[in-house]
């Protein structure tokens, strides 16, 4: 686990001689899937170095709903907590590494450590506004707006992920992000 987490995670600092055993390190080659849709998801992933993708099947539609990068946290939070099929595949966009936290050892972690609790709702709650703004951008702006506005917030993406999931992030074909594109520069 990177530096990054220990320091935004206090209890992961304080502790970490009795936490590190519950956490793997893992490092995985690019289109390696974290996490298939249907099935229930068992772990929380620290991204250490690389890119993951969520994404959503929908009748053989990729949909593309959130890049995570380093100092990220993610999971099908859902599917975790409820132990339910998840409505989500998680993916490598590049060779991957990440630490691993399973889910029975992260409640043990926060039964030990209740401030752990706190941190993973505010990861939560984060995680929720950035759906959020994700939703409303998709019903208030045009798919010219939702551009630029990946231009100005998140240019890492545009270098980052290839261009037809971007275009499915934004709601849009592949031929319409890159003409958009085009006639911005």
Same mark, same amino acid.
């Given at each position: 686990?990177?530096?990054? =987490?220990?320091? $935004?995670?206090?209890?992961? +600092?304080? *502790?970490?001689?009795?936490?590190?055993?519950?956490?793997?390190?893992?490092?995985?080659?690019? !289109?390696?899937?974290?996490?298939?849709?249907?099935?229930?998801? *068992? +772990?929380?992933?620290?991204?250490?170095?690389?890119?993951?993708?969520?994404?959503?099947?929908?009748?053989?539609?990729?949909?593309?709903?959130? =890049?995570?990068?380093?100092?990220?946290?993610?999971?099908?939070? $859902?599917?975790?907590?409820? $132990?339910?099929? %998840?409505?989500?595949?998680?993916?490598?966009?590049?060779?991957?590494?990440?630490? !691993?936290?399973?889910?029975? *050892?992260?409640?043990?972690?926060?039964? !030990? @450590?209740?401030?752990?609790?706190?941190?993973?709702?505010?990861?939560?709650?984060?995680?929720?506004?950035?759906?959020?703004? @994700?939703?409303?951008?998709?019903?208030?702006?045009?798919?010219?707006?939702?551009?630029?506005?990946?231009?100005?917030?998140?240019?890492?993406?545009?270098?980052?992920?290839?261009?037809?999931?971007?275009? %499915?992030?934004?709601?849009?074909?592949?031929? %319409? =992000?890159?003409?958009?594109? !085009?006639?911005?520069?």
């Amino acid at each position: 686990m990177n530096d990054y =987490f220990k320091t $935004q995670i206090p209890v992961f +600092n304080q *502790h970490w001689a009795e936490i590190a055993p519950f956490f793997t390190a893992i490092t995985v080659p690019e !289109k390696t899937t974290l996490l298939r849709e249907g099935d229930i998801a *068992h +772990n929380i992933y620290f991204v250490d170095a690389g890119a993951v993708r969520l994404w959503h099947n929908d009748d053989g539609r990729d949909i593309t709903v959130q =890049f995570f990068f380093e100092n990220q946290i993610v999971a099908s939070f $859902q599917s975790l907590t409820e $132990q339910t099929p %998840s409505q989500f595949s998680l993916e490598t966009l590049a060779p991957t590494q990440l630490t !691993k936290l399973s889910y029975p *050892h992260f409640n043990q972690l926060v039964e !030990k @450590y209740p401030a752990l609790q706190q941190t993973m709702t505010h990861q939560i709650s984060s995680r929720f506004m950035t759906y959020m703004t @994700y939703f409303l951008s998709r019903i208030q702006n045009n798919p010219e707006q939702r551009v630029i506005d990946l231009m100005a917030n998140e240019p890492d993406i545009l270098a980052r992920v290839p261009h037809h999931y971007i275009a %499915s992030y934004l709601g849009m074909t592949p031929v %319409s =992000f890159s003409r958009i594109q !085009k006639r911005l520069r």
